[in-house]
């Protein structure tokens, strides 16, 4: 059963980094495609990046210029940092697999993590 | 920029029978758009109910079924319990590796 943890500091203050890792267990990290998905109090849920264990990321247009998504293959583990952060970035972070076509889903998601960004 | 549109709330009654749609702003939703379905009880991570359009996540009860109906995915929940009671969330394909969540539905069993 594969499974996924979301780490990272729960507080970052405006105009700083938001940096989270997302560790894979039960089952390689290879051959498959990662996500960030996000989920602002009391919205619905917003992807913010996906990216194939290789490489070739997707961005969300809406946060492109800020966000950067990585594959650590040796660690079994992938990354998201989103730079210049606002209030408006305070949300519960989910890191989720993306099986791609032909069967299109995000089939296993981790428990999500806050953060809040305040000063 | 499509929009993902789904209803933003449902009521059913315990026992009844509640179909939750997923439209676009522009244009008909087809099989070509994978349509997948995630449920979501407060607190907790989502769950994965239906992918490509009819599908049956592993452990997903039988009373949860998707389809295309018109010009809408459809996920369909036949003999709601209180447990049904929660936010539900569709996906798209858009083509060219873009996904769109929709706002997602909640739904209410009293």
């Known amino acids: 059963q594969v499974q996924l943890q979301e780490s990272g500091p729960g507080l970052v203050k405006p105009s700083e980094t938001l940096s989270l890792t997302c560790t894979v267990s039960?089952?390689?990290?290879?051959?498959?495609?990662w996500s960030w998905i996000r989920q602002p109090p009391g919205k619905g849920l917003e992807l913010i990046a996906y990216?194939?264990?290789?490489?070739?990321?997707y961005y969300n247009p809406s946060l492109t210029s800020r966000v950067t998504i990585s594959v650590d293959t040796a660690r079994n583990q992938f990354s998201l940092i989103l730079s210049s952060v606002t209030a408006a970035d305070t949300a519960v972070y989910y890191c989720?697999?993306?099986?791609?076509?032909?069967?299109?889903?995000?089939?296993?998601w981790g428990q999500g993590t806050l953060v809040t960004v305040s000063s | 920029q499509t929009v993902v549109t789904q209803e933003p709330s449902f009521s059913v009654s315990p026992g009844g029978t509640v179909t939750l749609t997923c439209g676009l702003s522009?244009?008909?939703?087809?099989?070509?758009?994978?349509p997948s379905w995630y449920q979501q009880t407060p607190g907790q991570a989502p769950r994965t109910l239906i992918y490509?359009?009819?599908t049956r996540s592993s452990g997903v009860p039988g009373r949860f079924s998707g389809s295309i109906l018109g010009h809408k995915a459809a996920l369909t929940i036949t003999g709601a319990q209180a447990d049904d009671e929660c936010d539900y969330y569709c996906?798209?394909?858009?083509?060219?590796?873009?996904?769109?969540f929709g706002d997602g539905t909640k739904v209410t069993v009293l």
């Open positions: 989720a697999r993306l099986v791609d076509r032909p069967t299109v889903a995000f089939d296993y």
């Open positions: 039960g089952g390689s990290i290879s051959g498959n495609y």
């Open positions: 990216s194939y264990y290789t490489g070739n990321p």
């Open positions: 522009s244009g008909s939703v087809s099989t070509s758009h994978y």
């Open positions: 490509n359009t009819n």
């Open positions: 996906v798209l394909y858009m083509g060219s590796g873009i996904y769109v």
